[in-house]
């Protein structure tokens, strides 16, 4: 089955204790993002990937990192976490640009108290 | 700046029509998308225009007019199911795509 695979689902965490969300595709997507989800605020992007070795900081990138060293897997790093980036994220990978909608996983929410 | 503008809520009476807006100022456009979002779950890809006019699915239809800036997704017979939150969302070029806050819709029977 084509999808998109995130973990955890649910996570609750402290402050400045580094986590990692795991995202995987099956599809051979090229384009990867990364978004969080806050009420009132709607998805905002905060980083992207064209392909391999390759991505782009989006619109709230602060305080986050990625990596894309296969095709498949772009994992989302915290590397210190604040309570205000407790929000819902979603990881979504699209063949190409454009025109082809998005393939979102079954996101995680995330809290760091 | 860029922004995308859709009603916050909507509410509407099983086996209706309901007509949900959109309003966008981006600084590009290549597409624009509607996507609908159950409570806690991922959003999951509704619709596509690129060119103006009005996109039929089922039940489903979009209308863009890219001179006015504005969309707007019908949702025809409406059903129980059809609750959910319903976003708007504009390619602006590249892989760079901006959602609007989202339309939440309650069914009512």
């Known amino acids: 089955e084509a999808q998109v695979t995130q973990n955890p689902r649910y996570l609750i965490t402290v402050t400045g204790k580094k986590l990692t969300v795991t995202c995987s595709q099956n599809m051979n997507h090229e384009y990867m993002s990364w978004y969080r989800q806050d009420p009132g605020l709607g998805l905002r992007q905060i980083y992207y990937s064209m392909n391999v070795e390759v991505t782009d900081k989006g619109d709230v990138p602060e305080g986050y990192k990625v990596s894309r060293k296969e095709k498949r897997n772009f994992p989302l790093i915290l590397e210190s976490p604040s309570p205000n980036q407790t929000s819902l994220y979603f990881c979504?990978?699209?063949?190409?640009?454009?025109?082809?909608?998005?393939?979102f996983g079954n996101g995680t929410r995330l809290t760091v108290t | 700046g860029q922004n995308i503008d859709q009603p916050t809520e909507m509410t509407a009476t099983e086996g209706a029509i309901v007509q949900i807006n959109c309003t966008y100022q981006t600084s590009g456009f290549n597409g624009l998308f509607w996507y609908q979002q159950h409570a806690g779950e991922a959003p999951t890809f509704l619709s596509y225009?690129?060119?103006?006019g009005l996109e039929e699915k089922g039940r489903f239809s979009s209308f863009l007019s890219r001179s006015k800036g504005y969309s707007y997704l019908l949702l025809k017979e409406l059903q129980m199911k059809d609750s959910a939150s319903y976003l708007c969302a504009v390619n602006t070029g590249g892989f760079k795509t901006i959602f609007g806050a989202g339309t939440r819709l309650f069914v009512k029977a």
């Open positions: 225009n690129v060119l103006d």
């Open positions: 979504a990978s699209t063949p190409s640009q454009g025109r082809s909608p998005l393939h």
